[in-house]
């Protein structure tokens, strides 16, 4: 990818269990998103955190950052068979250039 | 209220014939603008963004171009498709204010080229 990688690139878990997703990246970055994808369809900004943040939380969705590793990791609590969609992280190394991972495909089953 | 809004959905094109995608976006000045290409099951790679009218940056080279006439329009064509041309198009903005650094997605454009 032009910038970060998530992991694993497949999930499947039980409705009602913990998914956590990585994400690393190569350069610097002024701040990481996490956006989700439903199939087929556009992406939707989950959570944001900058780089001078250590951790974020968002209704069932809590971000780490790990910028001396240049890592990132998404976790969802609860699961629920809505939350089954590909989710990427994004990068913004430089102005106005943002780039994204190739995702993990989260499968939660009822 | 922005929006954006990206045509056509589904765009089924021989080799050879031109390709024209449209973006607009709604309820916000002077964005930054993106296109995206995804392959089937994969991640997103940048394309071509622009900061203002007539201002374009290329990522990769390719056989596609970008253009933005208005302020709120980009736009992306290509003189004559490749096999390797398809997959799913992605258009989105940069929005500003209380929104800084997040971007918002068009429903995407799904190219199939025969």
């Known amino acids: 990818s032009q910038q970060g990688e998530e992991d694993p690139q497949a999930l499947s878990i039980q409705e009602g269990e913990n998914a956590t997703m990585n994400c690393s990246y190569k350069?610097?970055?002024?701040?990481l998103q996490w956006y989700r994808q439903n199939s087929g369809r556009g992406l939707v900004h989950l959570i944001l955190?900058?780089?001078?943040?250590r951790e974020k939380h968002s209704g069932r969705l809590r971000v780490t950052l790990d910028t001396s590793k240049k890592s990132s990791s998404l976790l969802i609590t609860a699961s629920r068979a809505a939350d089954t969609a590909s989710y990427f992280c994004a990068t913004l190394p430089l102005l106005n250039k943002f780039y994204f991972g190739s995702g993990t495909k989260l499968n939660v089953k009822p | 209220s922005q929006t954006i809004h990206q045509w056509p959905a589904t765009l089924v094109q021989p080799v050879g014939s031109p390709l024209s995608l449209e973006c607009t976006v709604e309820g916000t000045s002077n964005p930054n603008l993106y296109w995206y290409r995804q392959a089937a099951g994969r991640g997103l790679q940048l394309l071509f963004y622009?900061?203002?009218?007539?201002?374009i940056s290329s990522e990769v080279p390719q056989n596609l171009s970008a253009s933005r006439p208005q302020d709120r329009q980009f736009i992306l064509s290509s003189k004559k498709l490749l096999l390797s041309d398809s997959g799913f198009y992605l258009c989105a903005y940069h929005g500003w204010g209380l929104m800084a650094g997040e971007l918002f997605f068009g429903e995407g454009s799904r190219l199939t080229v025969l």
């Open positions: 955190i900058r780089s001078n943040e």
């Open positions: 622009s900061v203002g009218i007539g201002q």
């Open positions: 350069t610097s970055i002024n701040n």
